[in-house]
Structures are given as C-alpha cells and as structure tokens.
C-alpha cells in the first residue's frame, strides 16, 4: 500500500487569522496546492485525508475536485499528533492507496525529518504496519 504524506502549502503569517486553526494558505501556497495535483494523480490516489486545519484543507482542495473525491477531516493529522495516531489511521486505510495531508512536526515525528512545506513523502506500507520511505517528492512550486 502506498500512502503520500503531504506536508501542507506555504499559509500565511500566524497573524493573519484570529486563530492558527484557521490560517489560510498565501498566494505562493495556492500555487503549489494546484500544481500539487500534477505530481499526485500518477499515484492512483483513493483517498484524501486531512488535519481539519484550514491551510491543510485548502492544500488538498484541488486535488480533491481534479479527482472528484472528498476530503475527510481526520483529528489523527492535525498538529501535534503522534506516530501512534497516524499509524492508527494508516492500518484503517484497508490496502488503499491514501494522500495524508498534516503539519511539519507530524511529519518530523513519524520520519524524523524535516519537509519543506508543500513536500511530499511517499511512503510503503509493509504487512506489519511499518512505513518505509519510497521517495521524497520536493514541493512543487
């Protein structure tokens, strides 16, 4: 199973939405979330899931309609989740090839690197659950 793990576009400052829960992508983050749909729609995507924060939604928004799917709001993705909660969600995902869209340190956390935003991580998903490192995707604007 593959699972791309999308570290979510440039957003803009964390002033600029009353709460970080809400911070929109910026002009350079809309760019890459389009050109975004290029580099994952080789992949047979099945499904979309993503931390419910604004900026990771918006990242995933193009791709969604390009592919005429949803995109699920999971609480597993969102800032400050561990190996543990994704890796939950990963083995709920039954063989389906998945774009998990979430935040730097959720990336840090399960790969113990660091992505740049609007990056890409593909990853395989071993019988046991493990996750190995296929490909770095750098982002595409």
Known sequence: MTVLLVRHATAGKSTSAPDDHLRPLDDRGWEQAEKLVDTLAPYGVQRILTSPYVRCRQTVESLARALGMPAEDRPELAEGSTTEDVLRLVGSLDGETAVLCTHGDVV??????????????????????????????????
């Open 108 to 141: 840090h956390e399960i790969l113990g690197e660091e992505s740049k935003k609007g990056s890409t991580w593909v990853l395989e998903v071993a019988p046991d659950g493990a996750l190995a490192r296929r490909e770095y995707l750098p982002p595409p604007a």
